[in-house]
């Protein structure tokens, strides 16, 4: 009878006594109870206070050496204070072994040559970000040899499985290698992080999903990777709100999946890239926003599989130069795009553009201009009572266009306006391809936004001048030629056409084999 009333006495005031609510980590849907548990009790947890040099510790499981702070037993942990020059290690032994619950409640930490936060051994490791408090996890510009034989690669840098949740802030900088690295499966439920980072923002070899939270990136290199040795990975948006301002690829895995969120990349390779030996993009839902306006050979949405869009609203600008692909899939390996539902808006080069699969469930219209448009222009696609169906302005130069929408019809009449120019569209299929591509390379550089028809301008893209320019592909003034200076003429020309499509098959070859590792 005793023991029965300390159980029940247990089960009703656990927290009370220091004792926690037992939370599953298998993952019934996207995200484990562990994952979104963000207001765990503090009672009974381990309080470390930083001083700078060292740290004042109330409880058991962590220990002060040689300037850094170790937790070395699974439990629940507060930090405060700063760090100057030191990381916080989590590195359990065999006996204690478990999760380790971790609160910053206010932490700055800087190392000059290591990781400021090192998960070297942990069943997994949960990050909270205490409500309304600002966070700073720094690494210095050049890892010692010690850092370096060891692999150690980002500012924040776990071997095991990680967690990110909470309503506070959390800065994470990188001088030297990436932001965030996570060896197993990375989790981001919450939070407001900010990543600044030498390569990679955030780097993961197997698994990363993101709901819930804000996502800022700076990274020199990829903005978000996630692939293992074997080019094996999964990336995968549910909601939240992603921001890379800088970056070569944006977001990249083999497969790659967004329910929903907002997405805004501005790149210089891929916008969103689905590579490996078993590639996948799908995206189900959300609002994303890809811009390129000085990229080379660079791909908006890029599979090197097939691409499938069931919803959401995709607005995609890549600018005219340089064959460069709103929209890229691998249709000489079978692959295709289809269209089943959502709003796309895709402007960039007709050079090497492909219409969408013509078993897609919605209507979508491919359109090559003869002149390259300069940045800033605004394309509107109305029907012929003048009900307008979609409009945006482009951020960068285009002459080829790919636009869908619900309301879109395979047997409809339309009208495209590109600003002062006008075409009468028929559409004659669910995947209709018209117009002719522009001659030559052209267009100008300019800074855009979508900012029309409802779609909202992104944050960090603002706008700039409209305008068209005469493209490359208008008559020239007649000239006279030679009989003999038109057969040189034409070997030239025919060289000239020969090298140029063994340079398109080698760049094609080249983006199949692409190692997104």
Known sequence: MIAALIITALFMNGEAFGLQRYLSDEETGLFSEVDLNDDWSTEGATKITLTGDGAEIEGTGAYVQNGDVIIYAGGYYVLEGALDNGSLIINETSKTKGRVWILLNGVSIYCEDSAALDVEEATKVILTLAEDTENVLESGSEYSEDAVN??????????????????????????????????????????????????DGIHVNESARFAD????ISAGDDGITVSDDENHGELLVDS??????????????????????????????????????????????????????????????????????????ILISVNAENMNNAIDFGSETGGSCSINGGTVIAAGSGGMAEEMS????????MYRFENTYTAGETIRLADLSGNVILEAEIPCSFNSLILSDPTLLAEGSYQLSVGEDSFEITMDSVATSLGT???????????????????????????????????????????????????TALMISGASFAVLLFGILIMAKAKNRKNIA
């Open 437 to 487: 591509a522009a001659g030559g390379m052209g267009g100008g550089f300019g800074h855009g936004g979508f900012g029309r028809g409802g779609f909202g301008r992104p944050g960090e893209f603002m706008g700039g001048p409209g305008g068209r320019m005469n493209g490359p592909g208008e008559m020239q003034e007649e000239t006279g030629m030679s009989a003999a200076d038109m057969k």
């Open 213 to 216: 939270m804000t996502l800022t």
């Open 150 to 199: 060891a692999n150690i690669r980002g500012a924040l840098f776990s071997r095991d499985d990680l967690t990110i949740n909470g309503n506070g802030s959390l800065e994470v900088t990188a001088a030297c290698r990436h932001g965030i690295v996570c060896n197993d499966d990375l989790r981001v439920t919450g939070g407001n992080i900010t990543v600044t980072a030498a390569e």
């Open 240 to 313: 939240g709100t992603i921001r890379i301002l800088s970056a070569r690829e944006g977001m990249e895995s083999e497969k790659v999946t967004v329910n929903g969120g907002t997405i805004e990349v501005n790149f210089t390779d891929d916008g969103i890239n689905a590579g490996g030996e078993e590639p996948e993009l799908v995206i189900n839902g959300g609002v994303i926003t890809l811009i390129s306006e000085d990229g080379r050979d660079v791909d908006g949405l890029d599979s090197n599989n097939s691409i499938e869009i069931n919803g959401g609203t």
């Open 358 to 365: 013509s078993d897609s469930a919605q209507t979508s219209l």
